[in-house]
Each structure stands twice: as C-alpha cells, then as structure tokens.
C-alpha cells in the first residue's frame, strides 16, 4: 500500500480521501489555492502546500504545480476526487510519465468514454443496450434531418465531448432541428472546442439510475448496486438514493452484469460508474460512462459496507479485489442530499461567510463537510458544501430520519438550498417513490 498519496481536490471531497487514508496509516498531501489556506482539507492533511491563485485555472488545474508538489513532497500518488483532473486523460498520463500513480483508471479507458460518440459504439458491440440513434458523427443539416426522421421525433442533438447536460438539445421537428443544428455545433466548439454531434431517440420523464463498478488490474470487476439520482435541477444531482426505489431484483442484476460488461470492453479499471436512463417500461440505456469516484458514492458505501476510496486506493496499489459478487450484500436504505449554498428559490449560487454551523447527530447520519463555522464560501469554486447522508433499515424509516436531520441543520451567513431540499423530502410524490428527472419541476417549482 503507499505510504503517501496527494489529494488534487478541495472541499468535502479531499476531506473524504483523506479520512480513508487516516484510517489506512497513509500519509496525506494538500494542495491549495490563496483562498483555501484555512479551509478543512489543509488543516487535515499531513502536509499542505500552496498551488497558485484563486481560479482553478491557476491553482487546482495546474498540473505542473500539482506535479511539482507531488514530488517534492514524496506522494507516490495521486487521488483526483471528482471534478478537477479527475476525468482528464492528460493528467492521467502526466502522472503516469512522471512515475506517479494516478488513482483512477488509465488515461486511454478514460478519453474512450470522453468522447460520447466513441463510448455508444463500444458499449453497443459489447452488447450494453444504448439508446437508439447513432454511432458516428453528424456531418450536416441534411444528413440530421433524414436521421431524425429515420428515429423518429423527438430526439436529442448532443455533442459528442459533452455530458452531463451541456451542449445538448431536444428536438421535436424538422424545422426544430434545421434551427437548433447550427446553434448547437457552435456551442459545442466553444465548450468543447470539439464539433462532433450526434443524435439520438428522445426518453421522456425517464429515471436516471447508474450502477457502481470496481476493478481491479488482474480483469475482476464487481458491481455495487444502483444509485437512483432522478433528482436533479439544471443538470446537477441534489437527492441521491440507493437502492433505486423503482429497481427489482431482475433488473438490478441486469443492469449490473450489463455495467461489468462495460468495464471490461474498456480493460477499466479503478472505481466507475455507468448511468443509465430507465423508461417507465423498465427498458434501460446506456447514458455515459463516469471514469471517477461520484460525489453520491456515499449511499452506495453505506448499504454495502464498502469504503469505495479504500477499494481504489488498494486498485491503484496493485492489490487484487477481495470482494467477489456473491460476497457483495445491499442491507437498508440511504438517502444523500447535497447541502449547496445557493438561493433555494433561483438556485443562484449564495458565497459570502457562514457564521454559525451546527449540524444534526445521531445513529444513521452522516456528513460530508467541506466547509467550517467560520468559513468563506468562495465564488471561485462549486457552491456545495456539503452533503447529508442518512442510512435506515427501510426506505421509510430513511425518509423519516432524513425529514429530521434537515429540520436540524443549521447553517447560518449564507443562503442554502435546504428549504428546497425539505420540500422535495416531504413531498408525497418522493414518499412514494415516484422520483423521475422532471421532480423539481413537475412537483416543486409550480
Ligand atoms: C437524455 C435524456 C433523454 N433522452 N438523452 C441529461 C444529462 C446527461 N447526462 C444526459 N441527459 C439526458 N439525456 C436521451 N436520449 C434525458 C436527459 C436528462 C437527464 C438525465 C439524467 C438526469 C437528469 C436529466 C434531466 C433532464 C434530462
């Protein structure tokens, strides 16, 4: 195992990786930014060093600064968390060239699902159900419009170096689609400076559910059950639950071995996860593959028992799993909900300092903290700040604890989403586990 591993993250996340290596007696490396000095993962790690000025684009994306770090302070290697370098090939062959291992899967496995295009024609010939559509890229207005028609209305125009909700668009006619083509290559050069686009068959209200993988080097790969993350507000996740309410036993076996099959057509290694989207006649597709550890790992942790940054740590380390999958038990519930310091109403991000912090014990709760009493929160960086995690024996008794833990959590100095989250939590539709991508605006913002 290593001795000394160095944390490329900030917020609640560094403080996560850091509290597994605590536990595992391997020494911990800070990075930071001129903002970050007195923030809780440089105050909890071993080490800290300064990377550069407030914008990541200074600081937390820096690789030669990172790598500068790494060496001069003897980390063997490096956990990405998510966001950041996490997903960026580059780095991860960075590392690899520099000797230093890069906690995550290779850099090829990684830039094969960054391209979206790419990623549909493997899993669909390692026989992972995707969503109709197509497997090259489109090359013009006229060719779109003959696909589209071929699929049948409506479809989705996405960019091939997208995800998670950027650059893609619904389409409903012909005359939609020769407007939205140009609009769309546009923004996806400028995002992405990438102009590949494709189009795919439009699923509406689906759920959005992704299983949870680990492999390791020697070709074993398991499954860690689903996540339900349906609920979601402009492309970012803020209730995340395992099990998938909606999921039977069939399906999530299913969905399961389909995931390992994904892993293994790309020789992944690490922690993974593979989303889905599950229509209401329980038909799943391949969405996209997360080369990274996923900011809900924790509901996944809590009905397994595994810590899921112990499994890549051991993986990078060159250790084989110890988990095969008829060892891996899911036992109760648990629901994440992701503390943000936004306005609840505009979801407008909300910096300023808090100045009073007091969260809700007891048995079944956790936190994910990435913020003090004292804390600035910076405009600089994603407002999260937080995460509250509760485990019960059902999904009722989840439910009823978490309805208490949010009516206990206190965060005073800035504004949070937390009488957003309380609404969705109380709300009967959630009750009844009727969680589908358009919650927020079918049953909240009315
Ligand atoms: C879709 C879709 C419906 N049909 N693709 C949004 C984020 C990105 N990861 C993919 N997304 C979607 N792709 C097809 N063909 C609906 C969504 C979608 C969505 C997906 C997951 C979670 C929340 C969502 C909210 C709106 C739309």
Redesign the pocket.
């Known amino acids: 195992m290593f001795k000394k591993i160095l944390i490329a993250n900030r917020g609640e996340i560094a403080v996560r990786v850091i509290r597994t290596c605590k536990r595992l007696d391997i020494k911990t490396v800070a990075i930071f930014s001129e903002v970050d000095e007195k923030a809780p993962h440089v105050n909890l790690a071993d080490e800290a060093y300064l990377v550069g000025g407030p914008r990541v684009t200074e600081s937390y994306l820096k690789i030669d600064n990172i790598i500068e770090v790494a060496k001069k302070s003897g980390a063997e290697a490096i956990h990405p968390g998510y966001g950041f370098l996490s997903e960026n090939p580059l780095f991860a062959k960075r590392c690899e060239a520099e000797g230093i291992v890069f906690i995550g899967p290779s850099a090829k496995a990684i830039a094969s699902m960054g391209s979206k295009i790419e990623a549909r024609l493997t899993m669909q010939q390692a026989g992972v159900p995707i ?1 109709p ?1 197509v497997t090259t890229s489109i090359t013009n207005t006229e060719e779109a419009l003959e696909i589209a028609q071929k699929i049948g209305y409506p ?2 125009l ?1 960019a091939s170096a997208g ?3 950027i650059g ?1 668009q619904i389409v409903k006619s012909d005359t939609e689609l020769t407007k939205a083509y140009e609009g769309n290559q546009k923004r996806a050069k400028a995002f992405f400076s990438n102009e590949e686009m494709y189009l ?5 209200n ?1 759920r ?1 559910i992704e299983v949870q993988i680990l492999a390791d080097t020697y070709g074993n790969t398991v499954y860690l059950g689903e996540r339900e ?2 609920i ?1 507000r402009r ?1 970012q ?1 803020i209730v995340e639950e395992a099990p998938s309410p909606f999921l039977d036993d069939h399906l999530r076996r299913k969905m399961g071995e389909a995931s390992i099959q994904a892993a293994k057509a790309i020789g992944y290694t690490n922690a993974g996860t593979i ?1 889905y ?1 599950v229509d209401e006649n329980s038909t799943f ?1 391949f ?2 593959m997360n080369t990274r550890l996923q900011v809900e790992h924790p509901v996944t942790e809590e009905i397994t028992g595994i810590d899921i940054v112990e499994q890549q740590l051991r993986i990078a380390a060159g250790e084989p799993l110890q988990l095969d999958q008829s060892a891996i038990k899911c036992n109760g519930h648990a629901i994440e909900t992701r503390i943000y310091a936004e306005d609840p109403v505009t979801f407008y991000p909300s910096p300023g300092s808090i100045t009073k912090l007091s969260l809700p014990e007891g048995e079944g709760i956790r936190h994910e903290l990435g913020v003090h009493g004292k804390s600035n929160v910076s405009p600089f960086y994603d407002p999260m700040i937080a995460k509250l995690i509760v485990k019960g024996e059902s999904r009722k008794e989840a439910l009823t604890k978490l309805e208490s833990a949010l009516s206990n959590y206190t965060v005073e100095g800035i504004k949070t989403n937390i009488p957003l989250l309380k609404k969705v939590v109380a709300h009967p539709a959630f009750h009844k586990g009727e969680t589908t ?2 919650f927020i605006d079918k049953y909240i913002r009315i």
């Open positions: 969503v559509g479809i989705m996405k995800g998670g909700g893609m795919e068959k439009y699923i509406e689906p959005h993350c349906s979601q492309h996740k989303e989207l597709y969405l996209e991508t358009d």
